[in-house]
Nanobody, 118 residues
């Protein structure tokens, strides 16, 4: 089992910045995908940013503003969010995929609220 604890959400004005953190604990091995999703009220959950062993990917709506990074020593993945817009308001979830043999384990954090408003 992998446990994920998110932090760093809050209220910020348009144009501001926040950094989300997701700390992983437990059976942390063979993790080949770490990502951040978000879900706004009345909308589907969407992938915002992802990091694998060799690359990062971003949704078009956040390219150039958000940066995902990973600290393997701390078992933590970060999402640096700059130039925030009201449409970035959502609950943000950390997601980890772990491959064990033929099994693919999917873990989620509890979510952290990000509100962008003046």
């Amino acid at each position: 089992q992998v446990q994920l604890v998110e932090s760093g959400g809050g209220l910020v004005q348009p144009g501001g910045s926040l950094r989300l953190s997701c700390a992983a604990s437990g059976s942390i091995f063979s993790i080949n995908f770490m990502g951040w999703y978000r879900q706004a009220p009345g909308k589907q959950r969407e992938l915002v940013a992802a990091i694998t062993s060799g690359s990062t990917n971003y949704a078009d709506s956040v390219k150039g503003r958000f940066t995902i990074s990973r600290d393997n020593a701390k078992n933590t993945v970060y999402l640096q969010m700059n130039s925030l817009k009201p449409e970035d308001t959502a609950v943000y979830y950390c997601n980890v995929l772990q491959t064990l043999g033929f099994a693919l384990n999917d873990y989620w954090g509890q979510g952290t609220q990000v509100t962008v408003s003046s």
